[in-house]
């Protein structure tokens, strides 16, 4: 049963949090000068474009979702990283 939540977007946001079971800081373990963090910098800015429309695809009423961005962004990883 969906969970009325009148006046909002029920499209998820992202909430930055601190990961519980991260040892490493992952931004520190990529260099600077990486092809990743371009890559990262295009995919936000193109995500940031498209908020809007996002929240246009969503119910105003129900469970928040996961965030469309988090997704696709995690999509993205798997492809660099498999080679995909």
């Known amino acids: 049963m969906a969970t009325q939540n009148r ?3 029920v499209r998820g946001r992202h909430d930055s949090q601190v ?3 991260t040892f490493v800081d992952v931004d520190a373990r990529i260099p600077q000068d990486h092809p990743l963090r371009t890559i990262k910098a295009y995919a936000d800015r193109a995500l940031t474009a498209l908020s809007s ?3 246009r695809m969503y119910a105003e009423v129900g469970r928040p979702s996961i965030p469309p961005e988090r997704l696709l962004i995690g999509g993205d990883y798997i492809v660099f990283i498999d080679g995909g």
Do not use: R, W
Request: proline share 11%.
């Open 19 to 21: 990961p519980i079971l």
């Open 53 to 55: 429309e996002f929240d």
């Open 7 to 9: 006046g909002a977007i």
